[in-house]
């Protein structure tokens, strides 16, 4: 399974992105896939999860109400829809995919197999 995320850049605070995420190798149907984010001298941080049995959908906090992550099973993508953004969000967004992850561990990074290269997100006036 391999991933491509794609769809970062500048964008102004209060401004919107829209991320995705192409799998290929395999049908997305089968995988949560994850974004997760690394801003510079941070940890990486679970963003927003869409679960691979009915694709229900896992958010962190600080992105509620913000963020909405979606999948397209016929184009093989899952989106982020990131609105209102603000400084803080401004990191590298990586998704991720894992067949196994229960959804208790969704957030936990060590359950997911497959990542992706990245996509920068910056967020400046």
């Known amino acids: 399974v391999q991933l491509q995320a794609s769809g970062g850049g500048l964008v102004q605070p209060g401004g919107s992105l829209r991320l995705s995420c192409l799998v290929s190798g395999n049908s997305v149907r089968g995988y949560t896939i994850s974004w997760f984010r690394r801003a510079p001298g941070k940890e990486r941080e679970f963003v927003a999860a869409?679960?691979?049995?009915?694709?229900?959908?896992v958010y962190a906090d600080a992105v509620k109400g913000r963020f909405t992550i979606s999948r397209d099973n016929a184009k093989n993508t899952v989106y982020l829809q990131m609105d209102s953004l603000k400084p803080e969000d401004a990191a590298v967004y990586y998704c991720?995919?894992?067949?196994?992850?229960?959804?208790?561990?969704?957030?936990?990074?060590?359950?997911?197999?497959?990542w992706g290269q990245g996509t920068l997100v910056t967020v400046s006036s």
């Open positions: 991720a995919a894992s067949s196994r992850v229960i959804l208790s561990s969704t957030s936990d990074s060590q359950f997911y197999d497959y």
């Open positions: 869409t679960r691979r049995s009915g694709g229900n959908t």
